[in-house]
């Protein structure tokens, strides 16, 4: 007995006509090679939209060996030009938005960037969005955008870590390998991530740890999601936290960033912190504690009175590191509440996501566990 079938294969057509055993290894064969091909290669019908907000990656030093350089003024036009390899494997629509370094974004600037992220994806052409930027809050950025918008395409952030002149410069490489992964089904579905030397890393858990090293921007105790391999596309993990297309959270319901600050606490350190924010207007404080997040008996006083005050403390460890339980003798007793394995910076951003949906602490202790 003989059974006949007919694969298509891109531009090749195959008849099968054999016995049922040999069919199917066969049929099964073409089948997983072609689902190879279309998770491995660019899409050559990829839309892809790229956001450019200056950053090292835009930047010129003097000398190709300098450690400083000069504020960003090269045109990403400039920089895809160089990475013609993929330009011409997808396609590209690209954008200027800015010329400054991160460390210069306000809170508008962040809310801009998301609303920007979210208008660009409404548009069911584009596959796909990548945003280069300055690496110093690059990681703030991600995970603001990855809290609040929500989509199932890649959102993929990147940038450099040495200027474009410098000897050894990272970024035709990261930019290349960020639409290399915009581009990907692999990166469908899960979340914001970061690509640096031929890295991937989620935006909840990146962080630059070295900004010294070329290899500054890392997932600290938490494993990479994947690498990239010439034009291979590896995702080993996906993230376990809520984001993007799963997030209750919406930039479209948020008119303003309320005032959160981080106060990071030191050997000896008085209430002077603690007092200066809430009389600025503070609506929650990151309280970057030492150890397992905690603070001298002096700013503990100065956070309980807070509290009464109506403002939500949130403990944290000043190291990044590690995970934040609740000490019932301490949390539960005075109304705390704990940033599990956030840092303090991500503890803040969620913090203000947060309260722009509820006062709740209960609620906003969950948050900290899902996000």
């Known amino acids: 007995m003989s059974i006949s079938s007919r694969i298509d294969f891109y531009e090749i057509t195959f008849y099968i006509t054999t016995d049922p055993f040999t069919h199917r290894s066969i049929e099964d064969f073409l089948l997983n090679m072609k689902d190879y091909v279309n ?3 660019p899409n050559n019908n990829s839309n892809i939209y790229l956001l450019s907000y200056g950053g090292t990656i835009a930047s010129l030093s003097e000398k190709t060996t300098d450690e400083f350089y000069n504020k960003p003024n090269i045109n990403i036009h400039d920089l895809l030009s160089e990475i013609s ?24 600037d962040l809310l801009n960037l998301a609303i920007k992220i979210n208008n660009v994806l409404q548009n069911n052409e584009v596959d796909g969005i990548v945003i280069t930027q300055g690496t110093n809050c690059i990681e703030e950025a991600a995970y603001f955008v990855n809290l609040v918008i929500n989509t199932e395409k890649p959102i993929v952030f990147t940038g450099a870590l040495r200027p474009s002149n410098a000897l050894g410069f990272d970024g035709y490489r990261n930019l290349y390998n960020s639409i290399l992964l915009a581009s990907s089904i692999q990166t469908r579905k899960i979340g914001v991530i970061l690509t640096f030397n031929d890295t991937i890393h989620c935006a ?99 956070l309980i009175k807070a ?65």
């Not at 207007?281 to 030492?290: K, N, Q, R």
């Open 204 to 302: 909840r858990d990146a962080t630059k740890k070295d900004p010294s090293s070329i290899i500054g921007l890392s997932s600290n105790d938490i494993s990479m999601l994947g690498c990239v391999q010439g034009n291979d596309v590896h995702v080993s993990r996906v993230p376990k936290h809520k984001h993007t297309y799963c997030s209750e959270f919406s930039v479209d319901k948020i008119l303003a960033l309320p005032k959160v600050y981080v106060i990071y606490g030191h050997l000896g350190i008085d209430d002077i912190f603690v007092d200066a924010a809430v009389a600025n207007g503070a609506v929650g404080i990151i309280s970057a504690g030492m150890g397992k997040g905690y603070q001298s008996p002096v700013t503990t006083e100065a």
């Open 307 to 371: 509290v009464k005050k109506g403002v939500v403390v949130v403990r944290c460890s000043r190291t990044g590191n590690g995970y934040i339980s609740r000490d019932p003798k301490l949390d539960d007793k005075y109304g705390f509440i704990v940033g599990g394995s956030l840092s303090p910076t991500k503890a803040r951003l969620l913090l203000m996501v947060g309260l722009s949906q509820t006062n709740d602490k209960d609620q906003l202790q969950n948050y900290f566990y899902e996000y």
């Open 85 to 108: 390899d993929i330009t011409h494997s997808v396609n590209i629509h690209y954008e200027q938005v800015a010329q400054i370094m991160s460390h210069e974004m306000t809170h508008n």
């Open 39 to 41: 998770k491995k290669l």
